[in-house]
C-alpha cells in the first residue's frame, strides 16, 4: 500500500540527515517539505522565530501540543540546557511512531519525552505523572480549536507559572480566532504577534507568544 506523507518525510531525513545532526535533520525536512511535499511543520521561517523565543526563555520545561513528526520538537530540543526536559504530546500512534524516529535520527532521544495521547487527558496527569510542576514554555500546534481549551485547562491545574510563555503556531493560518481574542483582552496575559508566512508558502501567518502573568 501506499505510503503516508510522515513515512516519506522520515525517508527524506534518514536519506539525507547525519544522525546525531539536528540541524542536518531540519535542513533535510525543511528540503522536502519546500520541493517535494509540503507538510505541517513550524517550517524554517517561524521556526527561527521559535528558536529565539527558546533561546531567550532557555527554559528547563517545555510541553509540544502536537508532535506531528518532531520537526519542532527537534528545533526546540537541540537548544535546551543539559537536564532540561520536552515533554511532547501526540494521539496518533502512526505519527507518534514516525517522530520518534526522526528525535532518534536527531540524536535528542534524552532531552525529549514523547507520550502518545491525548492533550485533554493527559494535561491533567502531567504534575502527578512527570513530576512537572510547572511550565516555563508551551509550544501550542495542535487542533487549532483546542488551544483555547487546553490552555484553560493547564492554567486550572495549576501547570503555568508566573512568566510562563505560551507560543502558538497558526494563529492566522489556518487561525485560532477564540484563543486569540482570549490571550489579548485577558489581562492575565502579555501578548504579542509575530507576523511570518505559513510554511513553505508566501501565505500570511504568524506565532503569538503570550506570557502568563500568574
Ligand atoms: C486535541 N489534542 C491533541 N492531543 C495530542 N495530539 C494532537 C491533538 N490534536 C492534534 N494532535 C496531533 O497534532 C497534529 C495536528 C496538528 C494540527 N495542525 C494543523 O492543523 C496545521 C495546519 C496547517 C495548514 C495550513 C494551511 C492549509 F491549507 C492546510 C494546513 C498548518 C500548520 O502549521 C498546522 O499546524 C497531528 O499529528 C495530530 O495527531
Ligand atoms: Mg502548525
Known sequence: TRSTRPQRLLGAVQKNATRGDPGSVIQAIDHYCRNKEWAMNVGDEKGCILDSVVSEVNPATV??????????????????????????????????????????????????????????DFIPRIKEQFGVKTFDLVFLDHWKEYYLPDTKLMEECGLLRKGSVLLADNVVCPGAPDYLEYVRSS??????????????TKVEDGLEKSVFLG
Open 63 to 120: 510541553l509540544e501540543l502536537g508532535t506531528y513528526c518532531g520537526y519542532s520538537t527537534v528545533r526546540i530540543a537541540r537548544l535546551l540546557p543539559p537536564h532540561a526536559k520536552l515533554i511532547t504530546l501526540e494521539f496518533n500512534p502512526a505519527v507518534a511512531a514516525i517522530a520518534r524516529q526522526v528525535i532518534a535520527w536527531a540524536g535528542l532521544e534524552d532531552k525529549v519525552q514523547l507520550v502518545e495521547g491525548a492533550s485533554g
Open 187 to 200: 489581562p492575565r496575559y502579555e501578548s504579542r504577534y509575530f507576523k511570518s508566512h505559513l510554511e513553505y
